[in-house]
């Protein structure tokens, strides 16, 4: 029998948020990232007759765990979450810190601590399939709020998956990407703006964008390859530059 090739399924949770469902499908078995809430997940895993194997989980926001607990109690199965949010998310069985690996069915991750949105959020890294689950880290055209770390530290952050292959696909929690291009476009329209993406491509991103958010399909994932010459904060050069933007889109 050959094997099908495990795959990521999105559910559309709340306003903007995905829960991502990663199916090995020869086994019947699946790993949920973040679930803010569980009743669309418990019903995806019920109707696609998915067994839970784990639940990875990237910060402690609840509109990325807050349909935990609901979720396990109707599919148990162990949960992990960032060793710094210990105090945060009590409910988890493994706590996980940069560096780690964690090895479930097909797929084997690496911790990625990133902090900055908040102190303790990690990212997990599949580089097999290379995929990464970034939680609020990054997103289409934007990074997340700096809530809980500083400016430096966010910045260092998104500094580390530069340093990924640019093949890597980004499964990222929020549909901002729209937003995140109005943005964009604003700041290529500054007369003293210090960054301005490669403006053919953001074109191209835009169009593409848009059609797809017409037929109401996700912008997520996100190529890396294609973040790294249009996401502003991931061209800004230094730290201020990178406090620029930031405080920019806040006050947008
Ligand atoms: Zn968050």
Redesign the pocket.
């Known amino acids: 029998m050959t094997s099908i090739r495990p795959r990521v399924e999105l559910i559309p949770i709340f306003e903007d948020n995905y829960v991502f469902c990663l199916i090995d499908q020869d086994n019947q078995e699946v790993l949920v990232v973040d679930p803010g809430e569980a009743a669309k997940t418990s019903q995806f895993l019920k109707e696609n007759n998915l067994k839970l194997q784990g639940v990875l989980l990237?910060?402690h926001?609840n509109?990325?765990i807050g349909g935990v607990r609901a979720l396990i109690s109707e599919h148990p199965a162990p949960i992990y979450a960032p060793k710094k949010n210990k105090t945060q998310i009590i409910t988890a069985d493994s706590w996980v810190s940069d560096g780690e690996k964690i090895k479930l069915g097909p797929f084997e991750f690496e911790v990625l601590e990133l902090p900055g949105?908040?102190l303790g959020?990690v990212a997990y890294w599949e580089p097999k399939f290379k995929w990464l689950f970034s939680?609020?880290v990054l997103f289409g055209l934007g990074c997340?709020?700096i809530?809980e770390g500083t400016y430096e530290q966010a910045y260092d952050s998104i500094q580390r998956l530069k340093n990924l292959p640019s093949e890597t696909l980004v499964y990222c929690?929020h549909e901002y990407t729209e937003a995140n291009l109005t943005f964009c476009k604003m700041l290529s329209n500054l007369d003293n703006s210090p960054i301005t993406g490669d403006s053919e491509e953001l074109e191209m991103y835009a169009n593409q964008l848009l059609s797809r958010r017409e037929m109401n399909l996700p912008s997520v994932p996100l190529k890396l390859s294609v973040e790294l010459s249009v996401n502003p904060f991931l061209l800004a050069k230094s730290v201020a530059q990178f406090s620029y933007l930031r405080d920019l889109r806040n006050r947008q």
């Open positions: 990237t910060h926001h509109d990325h949105h908040t959020h939680g609020d997340g709020r809530f929690t």
